[in-house]
């Protein structure tokens, strides 16, 4: 072989030997920024096919995770719950980063699956209807959980898991502490704190504190003021015996 | 009797004829008819948007953005890959290397200039491409703002029309995009390497996708060689091959998750930029050592 060549080869070690330690911080400052977060195990691979799991590996996994989130949008049409899921499964995986594919696979398991479940004609008992049900209810819940810890910071899928909370699984308490944690990461819609003293009104031995909250949002001004705020409001009054004098005049159309 | 022209002292370092090969070079990339892969480029992304025309604005902006930067990706790369690997073979077979190198140009500037044409081809091809995207991109929120508009008073849109800007240009774009010209040059410096003692461009080409395959898992050999205590010594000779010959591609891969809306901060996208850089030089100066010593 060439002298040079192996002179070359050498260089190449030694440059190799140097620039690890950069490299290796580097890699970390990009973890803490959010970058390199999709994990590529055995699990994903059989999840996604071999080819898909090399091009994925090449560096183009956004146009994998595209692909597979195109096709459970197509399987959603079909109603084929089971292989969308596995799309979902594989796209979120490749795109930890993307909110759009936590948010809609959380959506089409929790609200669309779950409802189709419960509708199923082929199984006439009810009991099994509504256990399939919650099963889809909890896929969906696990997308979101699994979707807040890769983007802590940010406040959309805190605000879709209140709202699953809310809605489906009537969690009042699980519903506030998720819009409680959603108002605290920067960019939150407006009405997560609200929404959170809400929830918190409904949530049993909580009532006092949620009073506390409700009142501190109606001494902030006349745009505060809005219905359910005043509902809940004059319930909680109620419901805590507050002295007369210290009632906040509800306008009787808001009272419950 | 006219006076002799006075003889010009020749220069140990000539910008001047780095530049005259570099053009040309360039010139002859280009009568190769390399830009026709434009067209397909243009007709990828226009396809996917028109495809996703029936999903939500978030969605039509994710695919067409996720579409245009993983062709800028692809294309780059093969540009660079195959450009870089035809370079030296061919001079050698048009024996244009050696009516250069009869010339006093040393084999710096010679192996210089090409590699700039090569660079600024990467660099004239991911321009056209940005400028394609970035009209394409700016078709559909032009079409996705109309859409919103239709019959709804404008006082009520300011959110929406904030979501649809917000989903389509978020100014990350631009240091992705300033990473995949850095990925497809270093690419192409380490194309160059090779094929500075390959014997011939198929075994650069099929040597330079293979190196680009595995530096992508770079990282995870990197992490077994230095976690394993309990390895057997072959197999961490080979992992210490594999981290120190190999470079990090996942270092210069930060495009999928900015895509999404990941912001890059600037002082991370300036260390990202500069180990490019600092590969790309390195890569050059090897490749021209090897070169340098080589019969031709």
Redesign the interface.
Known sequence: MNRRVVIAFGMLLVFGALRMPFERQLEAEHKAAYFHGAKFDLGLREQIGQMAFLAALSGFRSLVADGLYLHAHALWERTEWGRMKLNFDGAVALQPRCILFWDQAAWHMAFNASIAAYEDKNQPREALRIKAQREYWKLGEDYLVRGIANNPDNPTLYDRLGFLYREKFKDHCKSAETYARCAKVPGAPVYAKRFAAYELAQCPGHEREAYEQLRTFYFMGKDEHLPTLLKWLGKLQEKLEIPPEQKIAIPPASNP | MTAAPAATKHKLFSPARVSAIASNTLLELVRLKVFYFMLLFALLIIGSSAF?SK?SF??QF??LK??S??AM??FTWLLAVLATAMLLPKDIEDRTLYTILAKPVPRFEYLLGKFLGVLFLLFIAISLMSAVFVVVLYTREQTALAEASRGVPPNLLTDEIRQIRASAFNSNLLPGIVIIYL?AALCAALTL?LST?ASSWIFTIITSVVV??IG??Q?IA?EAY?ASATVAPLTKIFLALV???IP????L?????I???????ML?FA??AA?GG?YVC?YFL?GY??F???EL
Do not use: C, M, W
């Not at chain 2, 990090?248 to 270092?251: E, I, N, S």
């Open positions: 996703t999903f978030q969605e994710q695919v996720d579409v930067l993983g990706s692809i990925k390497l003692f680009y395959l992508h898992i990282p990197r230095l981290s120190l010959l990090d591609l996942t270092a891969s930060l495009v999928d998750d895509v999404v809306g990941n912001a890059i901060p991370l260390k990202t180990l600092i390195f090897v050592f090897v340098s010593g080589k």
